[in-house]
Every structure is written in structure tokens, then in C-alpha cells.
């Protein structure tokens, strides 16, 4: 539009509807961007009527999403309090801590480590049953089984608004062309008219390409950054742990694993926090690169690429945990090693849920402190004060400005709306981390719950006095971020899957359980998983420097894995076992994952999309237009006849308009004005 093209050339600097300081914000700010009402349901229908379809939309949205996180919770407590009950009872965890237990382990890494006693690790394996038992399957199905009643409860609960709101016919308008692409177009066909006469009136494939080439290569390079990072955390975790082995102090010696933990944990939480905000710059600056045509084009370009980046940079090191940690380091005396001297990561002996949860919950609950929390609250204030300072005003006493300065002053060191994908992002990957590593942080759904309960109160006060006035907009739906979240729930079942498979010690505890163990239980499963090597095969250079560092000589240790003895026929090879764990993992996947989606697939066809009683009201307002129509055409039927073909009536026939009930004679009926104007015009020709 005119304003748009105005604002693009830099005519004008901003444009914006004002704030309407009357009752309605008032309202607003008592009744919904007040954190004493946080129990309180949303004023839906005065958001809407105040700030439009589309961010009324929204705020429905994580509304029920909150809402529905309240069920999710409950269960994810007595879960974890499932998990905390029947710690004590756990037959592995106990033959872990028993203090008999005199399995001596191999080292953890090269030189520097030494052996250790199993016993050792008691602390972790309790931890690790926590989140590891067998409630966590249960809870993964649930949670698959909650996304899909999520979608359907929102598929329903959108078809309600959009008949209150008298959306149910609406189609969306054909947007105008963004000014940045008239401005390209308008580029091009001034190159192309000292050559040809011809105007040019769109851009052609062949002009994004250059575009589209860079799009790929920069997000294959961002992605490319994100491993990087993770590698170099690999890195950190694998010489810190050496350096802090080689300490004089017993304290760090004894907590090398939980300091290397955490602080890996933490590192990547604030590389996720910086590179959010680089990729959600860099994928505005490839999509205007691009040049979309609409304006609903270019949001759905710009959301595509936003996602894809900060879902990689929030997960990759999520999913290098719970799929490739402590799968790629072969055996003793066989290690694999990066650059000729770093030995790949070995996990705890209570598998790598347990750093799973850890990673995390400090990812989870850090991007939602600071980057969801602080970040909203201060980043507003502090660009407003900017504004204030570099505006001509700035000198004024707080009085004296709040006097001199008119509504669109003051609305102008507001922020500016930057639309709702930030909103919806944020909420998307929490959404992620509700379900798609729910089986390792069965607390997750709380979290979100309890950060949810604030985020709604504080993202109603950053629209009500933060954020300048947004235009109104009309929308039926939410978007392509329907689409998204579908994807992700429907993602989320197969990575749960994989995650109980072969993250959990779930399929070996079940497998050794029904067909290793003697008497039916799991006493002797800890043993089972253990494997045996001679240390006398250690490779040059790499055994321990202290090997009586327990007090007695070591010429067996044992170590996690599923390998024939060395005194075998061939040692050190993969066992029978190992081959039937994994074949059972595999089918586990498969029917786990055949299982949930046809669970899903019975919601989705048992809970109708449409409310019964908006259903019914819809029907009963097409036969009443029906019924309406057919009556306006019988009326005009019947007076065109009296009137075109008067010999169908005998003279002086009274005749009654069927619509107004009056004499159509008179100047009175409905119709007698507009049939007065077409026989004058007749008559004329």
C-alpha cells in the first residue's frame, strides 16, 4: 500500500495505530496484563476486539496450551515420585552400592585415569533410575497420546472462536506486493528497458537464484556452525575431565563427572543463547534476500528458516547425548580416538540419561529464565530509554516530558511490534522439549507449565505498555505454525522411541530379565552387562600411569559392553547377547512408534474438529439463509409477473407484496420505488 511503499523509502519513519487510553486498556491492564490474575482465564474476546483476530489468536492458543500442560504435569510428578519410591527397591542400583561389590572397572580415559571400583558409581546409578524405570515408557505414550488430544482440543477450540468472532466464511485477502519486491521489480525493468521496451512484472526463478544459492549455503553453514560448537564442547569435556584426573585434590578427583557435566551443560546453554540471536538475524537478512512477493509469503519464508536454525542449535546437543555419546568409542585396548589424542566419551555406567536430563533441564529451564523471561523485560525497557535519550526531548524532567509530549510521541518510544514469531518460536521449542525428550525429564511438562503461567501475563504487559499499537489483522487460524507443530509431535514419537531403546537400559533389564536371569528377577544384571579385558592388551602408552592406584594389581577389569571374554575363541568380539538386545531395540522402535501413531490416529477420528453445538448452529443458519433466499426470489418472482405481464391478473387485482405484506400499488411496498425506476428507464428507450 501507499503508507508501505512510504515507509520503505524512508518518507516516513514509523507508522502506527495510537494506544487507546480509555476504558478498554484499562480493562486490559487490570484483568489481563496483571500477574495478581494469573489464575484467571484471558479476556480473549477484549484482546481480540482491541488488538485484532490474529493476536487474539495467539493468546487463545497459549492459552489452552498452558491449560493443557496442567494434566501433562500431575503426571510427570507421580512419575518422578514413581521413580523416587522404588529407588531403594531397584535390584541394579542395590548390587551397584552394595558395599561388598568388588568389580574393579577400566579406566574412563587414557594415562591420567585409573582403575576404579564399581561401587563408585552408586550416587549416579540411583540418580539415573529416577528417570530411567519402567513408569518413563508409560510416560512417553501418554505424552505422545497428549500432543495429539492438544491438537485436537486447539482444532476445536479455533472453529469455536472463528464462529464467535464470525470468521467461518472468511478468506484471506490477496496481499499486495511488499514494497522491497516492487522496488526489485522496478530495478529490473529499468536494467531490461535500455535493451527491450518490454515491461517486466514479476522476478522470475532465474533472478532468485543468486538468492536462493546463498540460502543454502549459508544455512548449511550455520548448521555447520552449530556442529562445530558442539564438537568443540566434546572437546572441553574430554581435556577437562583428563586435567581435573590429574588434580591433587581428592574432592575433584572424586566429582570429575558432575563438574564436567554441568559445566559442558552450562557452556552450551549460553552458545544456544547467542547463536538464537544471530540465526534469527541472519534468517531476516536471507529472507529479504530472497525478495518474497506478499507479506504472508515472506513470514512463512522467514519462519521456515528461523525454525530450522534454532531447532538445530537447540537440539544437537541434546541428540549427539541420547544417540552418539558413548557409541562411538569401541573397546578397550581398540578406543577411538579424535586427533590421534582424545579418547571419544565414554557414558556413566548408569547410561547417558541421566547427563540427557541434565543437558536438559539446564537448556530447558535456562532458555526460559533468561531468554524468555529477562530478555522480554529488560530489552524492551532498555531500547525504550535509547530512544528517549537520542530523541530531541531528551533533556526534559520526567514531568515536564510526560506534559509536552502528545499520544504518538509517547507511542512512538514505545518498541515496535516485530509480529508474533518470536512468540510463537519460543513456545515451539519449549513445545520440543515438552515431547520430544520427555522419557529423560519426565519434569519438563511442570516447568513449561510454571513458566507458561508467567509468560502469558508478561507477554499481555509487554503489548499493553511496551510494544507500540499493532494493526489489527484478520485471521481464521494460526498458520503455518499449525503445520510445525504437527511435524513435531509426530517426530517426537520416534525419538522417544529410540530414546527408551537405546538411551534407557529399559530393552536390557527387559531382555535379560525374560531371557537371561535364573530365577525371573533382575538380581546378576549388572554383571550380565559387563564385559571382561586383559590389561595386558592396553595398547603402548595408553594404560594407566598409577595401576596400583586401588592398592592391589589389576589383570582384569571389567567394562559396559556386550563382548566375548578375552580367553574366547574370539576375544573381544561382539556377543550373541549383544545381537539379541539390539534386535528386541529395534523392534521395540518399531512397535512403539505403529502403536502411538495409530493411538493418535483413533483421536483424531473419534474427537470431531467441529463442536457439536457450533455444528448445529451452523446448520441451522444455512437453512434459515436458505429459506430466506428462497423467499426474496419467490417475492420478486410474484411482483415481476403483476407488473411485466399484467394480463395474468383481471383489472383492479389486489395484489400483496410477499416480502412487506403491503398493496403493491402503493408507495408503501418494499419493491414499488425500484420497479417505478426500471419502467421509467424502459420508457425512456
Request: charge should be positive; include cysteine.
Amino acid at each position: 500500500t501507499g503508507i508501505t511503499s512510504l515507509l520503505g523509502s524512508g518518507v516516513y519513519t514509523a507508522a502506527y495505530p495510537l494506544h487507546d487510553v480509555s476504558s478498554t486498556l484499562l480493562l486490559l491492564y487490570e484483568e489481563w496484563a496483571n500477574y495478581s490474575v494469573f489464575y484467571k482465564y484471558q479476556p480473549i474476546g477484549l484482546v481480540r476486539k482491541y488488538f485484532g483476530e490474529k493476536i487474539g489468536l495467539y493468546f487463545a492458543w497459549l492459552g489452552l496450551y498452558t491449560q493443557m500442560l496442567i494434566p501433562a504435569s500431575l503426571v510427570g510428578v507421580i512419575v518422578f515420585l514413581y521413580g523416587c519410591a522404588t529407588v531403594d527397591d531397584n535390584i541394579p542400583s542395590m548390587e551397584i552400592c552394595h558395599p561388598k561389590n568388588n568389580i574393579t572397572m577400566c579406566p574412563l580415559c587414557d594415562r591420567v585415569c585409573s582403575y576404579w571400583k564399581l561401587s563408585t558409581a552408586c550416587g549416579t546409578a540411583r540418580a539415573s533410575h529416577l528417570f530411567d524405570n519402567p513408569a518413563t515408557v508409560f510416560f512417553s505414550i501418554f505424552m505422545a497420546l497428549w500432543a495429539a488430544m492438544f491438537m485436537e482440543h486447539w482444532k476445536r477450540r479455533q472453529m469455536r472462536l472463528n464462529y464467535e468472532w464470525d470468521l467461518t466464511g472468511f478468506e484471506d485477502e490477496e496481499d499486495h506486493p511488499r514494497a522491497e519486491y516492487e522496488f526489485r521489480v522496478m530495478q529490473k525493468s529499468l536494467r531490461k528497458g535500455q535493451k527491450s521496451q518490454r515491461k517486466m512484472e514479476k522476478l522470475t526463478f532465474q533472478d532468485r537464484l543468486p538468492a536462493y544459492m546463498t540460502n543454502i549455503v549459508m544455512l548449511l553453514l550455520m548448521i555447520g556452525v552449530t556442529f562445530a560448537i558442539v564438537f568443540g564442547v566434546i572437546l572441553y569435556r574430554i581435556s577437562t575431565k583428563a586435567a581435573l584426573h590429574m588434580s591433587s585434590s581428592l574432592i575433584t578427583r572424586n566429582h570429575v563427572q558432575l563438574t564436567v557435566k554441568t559445566t559442558a551443560a552450562i557452556i552450551n546453554l549460553v552458545v544456544i543463547l547467542i547463536l538464537d540471536e544471530v540465526y534469527g538475524a541472519v534468517a531476516r537478512w536471507l529472507t529479504v534476500l530472497e525478495a518474497p512477493k506478499t507479506d504472508k509469503s515472506f513470514e512463512e519464508r522467514l519462519i521456515f528458516k528461523t525454525f530450522i536454525l534454532k531447532f538445530v542449535n537447540a537440539f544437537t546437543p541434546i541428540i549427539y547425548i541420547a544417540f552418539f555419546r558413548g557409541r562411538l568409542v569401541g573397546r578397550p585396548g581398540s578406543y577411538l580416538y579424535v586427533f590421534d589424542s582424545y579418547r571419544m566419551e565414554e557414558c556413566a555406567h548408569g547410561g547417558c540419561l541421566m547427563e540427557l536430563c541434565i543437558q536438559l533441564s539446564i537448556t530447558m529451564l535456562g532458555k526460559q529464565l533468561i531468554q524468555n523471561n529477562l530478555f522480554e523485560i529488560g530489552i524492551p525497557k532498555l531500547k525504550k530509554l535509547i530512544r528517549f535519550i537520542r530523541s530531541k526531548r531528551g533533556g526534559f524532567q520526567e514531568e515536564e516530558r510526560q506534559k509536552k509530549l502528545t499520544r504518538y510521541e509517547t507511542d512512538h518510544f514505545l518498541e515496535p511490534f516485530g509480529g508474533l514469531t518470536p512468540e510463537y518460536m519460543e513456545m515451539i521449542i519449549q513445545f520440543g522439549f515438552v515431547t520430544l525428550f520427555v522419557a529423560s525429564f519426565p519434569l519438563a511438562p511442570l516447568f513449561a507449565l510454571l513458566n507458561n503461567i508467567i509468560e502469558i501475563r508478561l507477554d499481555a504487559k509487554k503489548f499493553v505498555t511496551e510494544l507500540r499499537r499493532p494493526v489489527a489483522a484478520r485471521a481464521k487460524d494460526i498458520g503455518i505454525w499449525y503445520n510445525i507443530l504437527r511435524g513435531v509431535a509426530k517426530v517426537a514419537v520416534i525419538i522417544n522411541a529410540f530414546v527408551i531403546s537405546f538411551t534407557s537400559d529399559f530393552i536390557p533389564r527387559m531382555v535379560y530379565q525374560y531371557m537371561y536371569s535364573t530365577d525371573g528377577s533382575m538380581h546378576g544384571f549388572v554383571n550380565h552387562t559387563l564385559s571382561y579385558f586383559n590389561v595386558s592388551h592396553f595398547q603402548e602408552g595408553k594404560e594407566p600411569m598409577d595401576p596400583s592406584h586401588l592398592g592391589y594389581p589389576v589383570s582384569i577389569c571389567r567394562y559396559k559392553d556386550y563382548r566375548e571374554p578375552p580367553w574366547s575363541n574370539t576375544p573381544y568380539e561382539l556377543s550373541k547377547e549383544f545381537w539379541a538386545v539390539l534386535a528386541v531395540r529395534l523392534a521395540f522402535v518399531i512397535v512403539f512408534q505403529n502403536v502411538v501413531m495409530l493411538m493418535n490416529d483413533i483421536i483424531d477420528w473419534l474427537i470431531p474438529d467441529i463442536p457439536k453445538d457450533i455444528s448445529l448452529q451452523i446448520h441451522k443458519e444455512k437453512i434459515l439463509l436458505v429459506e430466506l433466499f428462497m423467499k426474496e426470489e419467490q417475492g420478486k418472482s410474484y411482483i415481476l409477473d403483476t407488473y411485466l405481464v399484467p394480463h395474468k391478473y383481471p383489472p383492479h387485482h389486489n395484489t400483496t407484496c410477499p416480502n412487506c405484506w403491503q398493496d403493491t400499488s402503493t408507495p408503501s411496498c418494499c419493491l414499488h420505488q425500484i420497479l417505478t425506476l426500471l419502467f421509467k428507464c424502459y420508457s425512456r428507450n
